[in-house]
Every structure is written in structure tokens, then in C-alpha cells.
């Protein structure tokens, strides 16, 4: 099932509320890894869990909605 663009929008504006929601409510995210890839010499990680909120969030959002962060 393949959503339209509005229903795109609508989910990916829900992702970001969540990842503010904590922020707002319960104080500072605490991220630890929960997936990543890994070659011969690194690893990448590719999503983290919030252990305040218990939300899951792909650094690939982070990285798009957050530039001001650093990693």
C-alpha cells in the first residue's frame, strides 16, 4: 500500500512532533543505538530509541529536520 503525498506529509509531520514532543514534556532526549550497518572498518548507525519518550526515530530524520544538531 503506497501512500499519496498528502498522507507522506501527514506521517513525516507526525514523526517530527513526536521527536519535539519529548523535548517539550519530559526534558532532554536520551538516544541510544538500536540498528545500524556495519562494514570491515566502521559502523553506521541508523536508528536510535529515546529511552524517555520510548520512541524510535532513523537518523536520516534527524539529519533532514534537525540541521542544528551535532553528531
Known sequence: MSLTPAQ??????????NVEKCGR???PHDYIP???TQT????AVT???CRVCFKNIAM???I???PEIKL
Do not use: C, P, S, V
Not at 507522506?8 to 512532533?17: G, P, S, V, Y
Not at 570491515?40 to 559502523?43: A, C, L
Open 8 to 17: 507522506d506529509t501527514i506521517e513525516a509531520q507526525r514523526k517530527k512532533d
Open 25 to 27: 514534556n519530559m526534558g
Open 34 to 36: 538500536i540498528a545500524w
Open 40 to 43: 570491515d572498518n566502521t559502523r
Open 47 to 49: 536508528r536510535l530509541f
Open 60 to 62: 536520516k530524520t534527524l
Open 64 to 66: 533532514e529536520n534537525y
